[in-house]
């Protein structure tokens, strides 16, 4: 079992030993999505949902995932981020999808891939949460992983399909 890192000699889960990995910078960028009807894509530009700024909502739950994704996802490292930034963007040629792009750096002996990838899917369902009374038919996009740096295994960059 020696290709898997998450598993002990006896074939247990455990949590990765990274007390001799060297500390460098470490950046990821998560990206997901949410597809609106028009009605919510205006009341969130015109900030008229009933529960408030959505997007400011959003982006405090997505920082707020990341700080906390050892919490969620069992086998990641509490790490010390040193920083998390949420953008938003509109797609509304052919339908209104909200593009959620999270960012999130680090020093450290580990990557923040998980974390970034945990705030931009807390960010679509926080979205979600705050316009499910106006429709409950909205849909979170593939989320995905778009970009990393630093760490043993180097760089990566997602291909666009």
């Known amino acids: 079992m020696s290709e898997f890192t998450h598993f002990n000699p006896?074939?247990?889960?455990?949590?990765?030993?990274?007390t001799e990995?060297?500390?460098?910078?470490?950046?990821?960028?998560?990206?997901?999505?949410?597809?609106v009807n028009k009605e919510i894509y205006?009341?969130?530009?015109e900030n008229k949902m009933k529960k408030g700024d959505v997007?400011?909502?959003a982006q405090v739950a997505g920082i707020m995932a990341a700080k906390n994704t050892s919490d969620w996802i069992p086998m990641c490292h509490p790490l010390q981020l040193k920083g998390v930034d949420i953008t938003f963007d509109w797609k509304t040629e052919e339908r209104f999808e909200l593009l959620i792009t999270v960012q999130v750096k680090t020093k450290g002996s580990?990557?923040?891939?998980m974390e970034a990838l945990t705030a931009a899917s807390a960010t679509a369902l926080t979205v979600y949460d705050m316009c499910k009374a106006v429709d409950k038919g909205?849909?979170?996009?593939?989320?995905?992983?778009?970009?990393?740096?630093?760490?043993?295994?180097?760089?990566?960059?997602?291909?666009?399909?």
């Open 55 to 57: 997007l400011a909502v």
């Open 10 to 18: 006896q074939g247990r889960a455990r949590m990765v030993d990274i």
């Open 42 to 45: 205006e009341k969130i530009k």
């Open 138 to 161: 909205l849909v979170i996009g593939q989320t995905y992983l778009q970009e990393k740096s630093g760490g043993k295994s180097g760089d990566y960059t997602r291909e666009e399909e």
């Open 110 to 113: 580990t990557g923040v891939e």
């Open 21 to 35: 990995k060297q500390e460098t910078a470490r950046v990821a960028t998560a990206r997901s999505s949410i597809i």
